[in-house]
């Protein structure tokens, strides 16, 4: 009896702790798939903020594109940068972090998918997209 | 009307926390396979708890009290791996903040408490903050459990 009383402190401050955290993590999770989407269509929204000039650019880089599913990080991201995209490196991470894309789908659909979570505007996902090929 | 001892509550409450846990081992896993949380060893780290945290759940229903011991520890450390998660998700979201539109051009020029708030509060960024939290919730249910004896009831 003394020992689980001398241990009781420490599982509640544990367990307290936990239940912060979780009762927080709960409401956070089922926020989560709605929150992506918003980004999603925000990112649909919001496309106009980017240049359109820069999106021009698109066009002069798509003879350089890599394979999003071979090419290393830093081809990626050389391609990246070539067809205009800021952050190059880091955008590289990200396509090389969401492998393998089907080969069969040259619109890079799973790309698009997973950089939407970011809220990058339609037109930086054009233009990664343009660098790459599955 | 026939009442249980007290003793006899105690221990369908705590082997009620053992269900639970279970319960919240599985959804947890059923959560992480919807997410597709695995790209990248960083994201295997909730994977892993879960199978500690399974391992630590069938030690606390075990006899004697070394299995015991030895399932509060892990649960410990899946509470730890809770904490690591959470701070994680701010850290991946803090990253994200220069590749959000709305910030890409200004994110650096931020004070550095507003930066925070957005990664922590998911204004910026694609990972749940809290969401790991739900770990460590499992883990604290089957440490609960353990308080007050074995969950089986020596035989005479």
Redesign the interface.
């Known amino acids: 009896m003394t020992t689980?009383a001398s241990r009781?402190p420490l599982?509640c401050g544990?367990?307290a702790?936990?239940?912060?955290?979780?009762?927080?993590?709960?409401?956070?999770?089922a926020?989560?798939a709605p929150?992506?989407s918003t980004?999603a269509s925000t990112?649909a929204d919001?496309s106009t903020?980017?240049d359109s000039d820069e999106a021009a650019d698109d066009t002069a880089a798509a003879g350089a594109k890599v394979s999003a599913n071979t090419a290393s990080e830093d081809e990626i991201s050389d391609a990246l940068e070539q067809a205009g995209v800021?952050?190059p490196e880091?955008?590289a991470e990200e396509v090389v972090?969401?492998r393998p894309y089907p080969a069969t789908d040259p619109n890079l659909t799973k790309l698009r998918d997973n950089l939407a979570?970011?809220?990058?505007?339609q037109t930086?996902v054009d233009k990664i997209v343009s660098a790459l090929t599955p | 009307m026939n009442r249980g001892s007290p003793r006899d509550t105690g221990l369908l409450v705590r082997r009620g926390l053992v269900a639970l846990t279970a319960i919240g081992i599985a959804a947890a896993a059923f959560?992480l396979y919807g997410e597709r949380h695995w790209?990248?060893p960083e994201q295997l780290v909730p994977w892993a708890a879960l199978a500690v945290l399974a391992v630590a759940t069938v030690l606390v229903l075990l006899p004697g009290g070394a299995a015991r011991t030895t399932g509060?520890v892990l649960a410990?450390l899946v509470?730890a791996a809770?904490?690591y998660g959470?701070a994680d998700h701010i850290l991946v979201n803090y990253?994200?903040g220069?590749?959000?539109?709305?910030f890409?051009d200004s994110w650096d020029t931020l004070p550095m408490p507003t930066r925070w708030w957005y990664a922590a509060s998911?204004q910026?960024?694609?990972a749940?903050?809290?969401?790991?939290?739900?770990?460590?919730?499992?883990?604290?249910l089957l440490?609960?459990a353990?308080?007050?004896?074995p969950l089986r009831p020596t035989v005479r």
Not at chain 2, 146 to 149: L, Q, V
């Open positions: 689980i009781l599982l544990a367990t702790l936990a239940v912060v955290l979780a009762g927080c993590g709960g409401t956070t999770s926020r989560a929150s992506a980004a990112s919001d903020i980017d800021n952050n880091r955008w972090e969401y979570k970011y809220n990058p505007g930086t | 959560e790209n990248g509060r410990l509470l809770s904490v959470v990253d994200s220069a590749l959000d539109q709305r890409a998911k910026v960024g694609p749940p903050t809290l969401a790991p939290g739900v770990l460590g919730q499992t883990a604290a440490l609960l353990t308080i007050g004896g």
